[in-house]
């Protein structure tokens, strides 16, 4: 990718999500000198000038400016958002919405009639280019644009198109999943220590193995059942392990718990 060929390109919102575009973003060849990165508080905006070396202008500014839009902003601020940029937008402008629940349909009520919208759901491994993004077209959106999208995110993780009806789900499953991670690591650390081992043995016991394991199921390409019977011996410690945890429900709970993301993500849809 040339300077003069690369698309000027602005992430509006440079919080964590933000900052990790900007980031994947340069390490996959965008010239720092076609990036901005806006914010509305000064001293972030100062913050990602001298860590990235980018410019930070306003997002009015910024958007007026760019060839493609990230909207990399809270779902309750883009309303008002699209309300400020819309009137300096580039006709031609590709405008990217990164925020959980919010439809093209929406940015694209926000915005001039025509804009091409693509709806993306990333999630927070895109810190260390392992990312899962999804993409879906609007109504304005070519193959072209969801091309030209795809491009930018594969440097940073894996992409998949999907309808725009199933964005919800994947909001629940992969937008929230690393969550859901955090939350079993945390638990089984908390089981190491209960069983006398020192905190930092149990997480790196744990850690690996998470790591180890998911490295497995999407190396090997085997269903996961069949890779949790390879490790569940006939009445070992596996199994007697896997027996409490369905007495317990926990397999109830976690389609529950996603059922429940999915529908805040509706919510979130309607205001």
Same mark, same amino acid.
């Given at each position: 990718?040339?300077?003069?060929?690369?698309?000027?390109?602005?992430?509006?919102?440079?919080?964590?999500?933000?900052?990790?575009?900007?980031?994947?973003?340069?390490?996959?060849?965008?010239?720092?000198?076609?990036?901005?990165?806006? &914010?509305?508080?000064? &001293?972030?905006?100062?913050?990602?000038? &001298?860590?990235?070396?980018?410019?930070?202008?306003?997002?009015?500014?910024?958007?007026?400016?760019?060839?493609? =839009?990230?909207?990399?902003?809270?779902?309750?601020?883009?309303?008002?958002? @699209?309300?400020?940029?819309? $009137?300096?937008?580039?006709?031609?402008? @590709?405008?990217?919405?990164?925020?959980? $629940?919010?439809?093209?349909? =929406? *940015?694209?009520?926000?915005?001039? &009639?025509?804009?091409?919208?693509?709806?993306?759901?990333?999630?927070?491994?895109?810190?260390?280019?392992?990312?899962?993004?999804?993409?879906?077209?609007?109504?304005?959106?070519?193959?072209?644009?969801?091309?030209?999208?795809?491009?930018?995110?594969?440097?940073?993780?894996?992409?998949?198109? !999907?309808?725009?009806?199933?964005?919800?789900?994947?909001?629940?499953?992969?937008?929230?999943?690393?969550?859901?991670?955090?939350?079993?690591?945390?638990?089984?650390?908390?089981? $190491?220590?209960?069983?006398? @081992?020192?905190?930092?043995?149990?997480?790196?016991?744990?850690?690996?193995?998470?790591?180890?394991?998911?490295?497995?199921?999407?190396?090997?390409?085997?269903?996961?059942? @069949?890779?949790?019977?390879? *490790?569940?011996?006939?009445?070992?410690?596996?199994?007697?392990?896997?027996?409490?945890?369905?007495?317990? $429900? !926990?397999?109830?709970?976690?389609?529950?718990?996603?059922?429940?993301?999915?529908?805040?993500?509706?919510?979130?849809?309607?205001?």
């Amino acid at each position: 990718m040339t300077a003069q060929a690369a698309p000027v390109i602005a992430v509006l919102g440079v919080g964590k999500l933000g900052e990790a575009l900007v980031s994947g973003l340069l390490r996959a060849g965008q010239p720092v000198d076609r990036l901005l990165g806006a &914010e509305r508080h000064p &001293e972030r905006a100062k913050e990602i000038a &001298e860590r990235y070396g980018v410019r930070t202008p306003d997002p009015v500014e910024a958007a007026a400016e760019a060839d493609v =839009v990230l909207l990399a902003v809270k779902p309750q601020d883009m309303r008002a958002l @699209l309300g400020e940029i819309a $009137g300096g937008l580039r006709p031609d402008a @590709l405008v990217v919405s990164m925020a959980a $629940g919010i439809t093209t349909a =929406v *940015v694209e009520a926000g915005l001039p &009639e025509g804009t091409a919208v693509v709806r993306v759901m990333t999630n927070t491994p895109v810190f260390v280019d392992e990312a899962m993004s999804a993409v879906s077209p609007g109504s304005h959106a070519s193959v072209a644009h969801l091309e030209q999208v795809e491009a930018m995110l594969r440097p940073v993780g894996k992409v998949v198109r !999907v309808p725009e009806s199933q964005q919800d789900a994947v909001t629940a499953l992969s937008g929230s999943g690393p969550a859901y991670f955090f939350f079993l690591v945390e638990a089984m650390i908390d089981a $190491g220590i209960l069983l006398g @081992l020192p905190r930092s043995v149990a997480s790196e016991l744990i850690t690996q193995t998470l790591v180890g394991s998911a490295k497995m199921l999407r190396d090997s390409g085997e269903h996961p059942v @069949l890779l949790r019977e390879a *490790v569940t011996s006939p009445g070992g410690t596996t199994i007697a392990a896997i027996r409490t945890m369905e007495d317990h $429900g !926990v397999r109830a709970a976690m389609l529950h718990a996603i059922e429940a993301a999915r529908d805040r993500s509706r919510q979130l849809a309607e205001g």
